[in-house]
């Protein structure tokens, strides 16, 4: 007899929203795994670098999208899957959405294309619960400006490409396809983080029941 699945929350956003905080503080709370996309992976880290850095070859668009869905993949099968199968709950900072926010509507790509990639990379499997950080394209890069370090490619394409991103991510919250919880990241951390920890309680069970 095996026990139950666990669970995977994904969490997604234009960069800047600060997700990658908040999923740190998730995984804390439900005692899950903590991971993200791309580079989680020993391979995924190489992807990452082709994917990111602004001093490498130029990336085509389709390349690009068959290179998240590589690290996809990887990430699925090293890192995902493994702690499902054991019963741990997983909270990954990006997972599919983040394809068809950048990919598809940041980059022009066909949708219906990038989800058959998309199902293909990850097996089918899907979150049980995806989180949107919702936050103006404009605070999102002043809070980039503040932060150390050089824009990576992505954050580094202009205020119009993320915001066709962030119309996207809301239009795929609005279409109700899969569990969403839409979350106003203008807080503090501690504000989003309390928002996120009574939507993930209301929406799935903490305790594993559905």
Same mark, same amino acid.
């Given at each position: 007899?095996?026990?139950?699945?666990?669970?995977?929350?994904?969490?997604?956003?234009?960069?800047?929203?600060?997700?990658?905080?908040?999923?740190?503080?998730?995984?804390?709370?439900?005692?899950?795994?903590?991971?993200?996309?791309?580079?989680?992976?020993?391979?995924?880290?190489?992807?990452?670098?082709?994917?990111?850095?602004?001093?490498?070859?130029?990336?085509?668009?389709?390349?690009?999208?068959?290179?998240?869905?590589?690290?996809?993949? !990887?990430?699925?099968?090293?890192?995902?899957?493994?702690?499902?199968?054991?019963?741990?709950?997983?909270?990954?900072?990006?997972?599919?959405?983040?394809?068809?926010?950048? !990919?598809?509507?940041?980059?022009?790509?066909?949708?219906?294309?990038?989800?058959?990639?998309?199902?293909?990379?990850?097996?089918?499997?899907?979150?049980?619960?995806?989180?949107?950080?919702?936050?103006?394209?404009?605070?999102?890069?002043?809070?980039?400006?503040?932060?150390?370090?050089?824009?990576?490619?992505?954050?580094?394409?202009?205020?119009?490409? !993320?915001?066709?991103?962030?119309?996207?991510?809301?239009?795929?919250?609005?279409?109700?396809?899969?569990?969403?919880?839409?979350?106003?990241?203008?807080?503090?951390?501690?504000?989003?983080?309390?928002?996120?920890?009574?939507?993930?309680?209301?929406?799935?069970?903490?305790?594993?029941?559905?």
């Amino acid at each position: 007899m095996t026990g139950p699945r666990g669970r995977l929350i994904a969490l997604e956003g234009i960069d800047g929203c600060g997700k990658s905080t908040q999923a740190r503080l998730l995984a804390d709370r439900l005692g899950a795994v903590s991971t993200f996309e791309p580079g989680a992976t020993v391979l995924g880290a190489s992807l990452r670098a082709l994917l990111l850095d602004r001093d490498g070859s130029p990336v085509a668009t389709r390349a690009e999208a068959l290179l998240m869905a590589a690290d996809r993949a !990887q990430h699925v099968a090293d890192v995902i899957d493994p702690a499902l199968a054991e019963g741990r709950w997983v909270v990954s900072d990006r997972f599919a959405a983040s394809t068809l926010a950048y !990919q598809g509507f940041g980059r022009g790509l066909d949708r219906a294309e990038l989800e058959t990639l998309i199902a293909w990379a990850t097996g089918g499997l899907r979150p049980d619960l995806t989180v949107l950080f919702d936050l103006p394209v404009e605070v999102a890069s002043a809070r980039r400006r503040r932060a150390s370090g050089a824009e990576d490619r992505m954050e580094a394409e202009g205020t119009g490409f !993320q915001q066709r991103v962030a119309d996207g991510y809301r239009a795929l919250a609005a279409e109700g396809t899969g569990r969403w919880l839409v979350v106003d990241a203008t807080g503090s951390a501690a504000e989003v983080a309390a928002a996120v920890w009574d939507g993930v309680q209301s929406l799935i069970d903490p305790r594993g029941t559905p």
